[in-house]
């Protein structure tokens, strides 16, 4: 059986679990302002008061700790979409709204083995290695920074189910019968024709693409092989503001943050 990480453990483990030293641990504010922290033994600095972190060592999530002020914190457990937003950025991420989308379109589960080209920051990967545990998640990348970052990233948040490799998806994949081939890159219809090669029948190519000109080409070349469910979408996502004296849109909303398409091989 494979040895299981502390995080692992962590996440299998109820909302009961006592708090040991070295969990992960999600510290909330009166505010609502959100801190994911290692439990040791020192102190957390807020503009709401110090907070002796080994404290929290013997508590249950659901309890309060406070902070020098007087301030009561409530001790949370960190989910993915905590850990998403949380970790270290360096370029441009695909928002969890958008990636959700992944996974709504292509069904990927527990299992699948996924290619994802683009690793950036890692924040797709986590999604994509959490969504498919105990498959596996291949991630390519060109920038040797950006992996750094990435696998920093998923080795503190992830499952140990990431391969990543330094090489340049345009010149092909490495990878067979896989289920989802998802792409973040300048030119997603160069790997059009690798993908089609790397998936089993009934397996997804993704791409997300910020310019409508990147599309029109995926699309184009999408064209010369035998993929069906062919479809291009944008997640806009509007909020509420609900208060006793009336509700209505707020002024300022998610607009266009980039196209998804989708392709599976027929």
Same mark, same amino acid.
């Given at each position: 059986?494979?040895?299981?990480?502390?995080?692992?453990?962590?996440?299998?483990?109820?909302?009961?679990?006592?708090?040991?030293?070295?969990?992960?641990?999600?510290?909330?504010?009166?505010?609502?302002?959100?801190?994911?922290?290692?439990?040791?033994?020192?102190?957390?600095?807020?503009?709401?008061?110090?907070?002796?972190?080994?404290?929290?060592?013997?508590?249950?999530?659901?309890?309060?700790?406070?902070?020098?002020?007087?301030?009561?914190?409530?001790?949370?457990?960190?989910?993915?979409?905590?850990?998403?937003?949380?970790?270290?950025?360096?370029?441009?991420?695909?928002?969890?709204?958008?990636?959700?989308?992944?996974?709504?379109?292509?069904?990927? !589960?527990?299992?699948?083995?996924?290619?994802?080209?683009?690793?950036?920051?890692?924040?797709?990967?986590?999604?994509?290695?959490?969504?498919?545990?105990?498959?596996? /998640?291949?991630?390519?990348?060109?920038?040797?920074?950006?992996?750094? /970052?990435?696998?920093?990233?998923?080795?503190?948040?992830?499952?140990?189910?990431?391969?990543?490799?330094?090489?340049?998806?345009?010149d092909g994949i490495d990878e067979k019968d896989v289920d989802l081939v998802s792409l973040d890159l300048p030119e997603p219809y160069r790997? /059009?024709?690798?993908?089609?090669?790397?998936?089993?029948?009934?397996?997804?190519?993704?791409?997300? !693409?910020?310019?409508?000109?990147?599309?029109?080409?995926?699309?184009?070349?999408?064209?010369?092989?035998?993929?069906?469910?062919?479809?291009?979408?944008?997640?806009?996502?509007?909020?509420?503001?609900?208060?006793?004296?009336?509700?209505?849109?707020?002024?300022?909303?998610?607009?266009?943050?980039?196209?998804?398409?989708?392709?599976?091989?027929?």
């Amino acid at each position: 059986m494979r040895r299981l990480k502390r995080l692992d453990l962590h996440l299998l483990q109820g909302v009961n679990h006592t708090i040991e030293e070295n969990d992960r641990v999600l510290i909330l504010d009166p505010r609502g302002k959100k801190y994911l922290i290692t439990v040791t033994n020192r102190v957390f600095h807020t503009n709401l008061g110090k907070l002796d972190i080994s404290e929290l060592i013997g508590k249950n999530y659901g309890d309060k700790i406070k902070s020098h002020m007087g301030k009561n914190f409530s001790i949370l457990k960190p989910n993915l979409i905590d850990y998403i937003y949380m970790m270290r950025k360096m370029p441009q991420t695909i928002n969890p709204d958008d990636a959700c989308q992944i996974i709504a379109n292509t069904g990927i !589960s527990a299992g699948d083995t996924v290619v994802e080209a683009g690793a950036g920051s890692g924040a797709v990967t986590l999604l994509l290695s959490y969504t498919v545990f105990p498959g596996k /998640v291949y991630s390519y990348d060109i920038n040797e920074r950006f992996l750094k /970052v990435a696998k920093e990233n998923i080795d503190t948040y992830g499952k140990g189910n990431v391969e990543f490799k330094l090489k340049d998806i345009y010149d092909g994949i490495d990878e067979k019968d896989v289920d989802l081939v998802s792409l973040d890159l300048p030119e997603p219809y160069r790997v /059009v024709g690798h993908a089609y090669e790397a998936l089993r029948a009934g397996g997804f190519i993704f791409s997300f !693409s910020p310019c409508i000109e990147q599309v029109i080409d995926f699309r184009r070349e999408i064209s010369k092989y035998d993929y069906t469910e062919v479809k291009s979408i944008e997640c806009i996502i509007r909020e509420y503001e609900v208060k006793e004296k009336g509700t209505r849109p707020k002024t300022r909303m998610l607009g266009h943050t980039g196209y998804m398409s989708f392709a599976r091989k027929a």
